[in-house]
């Protein structure tokens, strides 16, 4: 059994601003991607709810998914998406990861 990290959780962007807020998740994925333990981090637009984006990622632990919140200009990134979420962001699933293809 593998017993990875993984979260999967939604952040809304206020009206008008999803792509804007992609873009800079985008951003953090080439940044966090470098980071110990990260095996996957998608950025998705929500098919259903056109403001909404999917944040998809598999670590090898939950320490190595807070480290990369260390990684050079994460913070930065994070303070350029604040504005733009419609409310506080919705708390994640966590979850357990028990294997599959890419991981």
């Known amino acids: ?15 008008g601003n999803v792509d804007k807020l992609a873009a ?3 951003e953090a994925s080439k940044l966090v991607s470098t980071a110990k333990g990260c095996h996957l981090y998608i950025i998705s637009k929500d098919k259903n709810d056109k403001d909404s984006i999917w944040i998809t990622e598999a670590w090898d632990s939950k320490e190595d998914h807070d480290n990369s919140l260390k990684v050079e200009g994460v913070r930065e990134l994070i303070s350029q998406a604040m504005p733009i979420l419609d409310g506080q962001p919705e708390k994640g699933q966590v979850l357990e990861i028990l294997g599959g293809t890419g991981i």
């Open 1 to 15: 059994m593998m017993n990875k990290y993984g979260l999967h959780g939604k952040l809304k962007a206020k009206e």
């Open 24 to 26: 800079i998740l985008l």
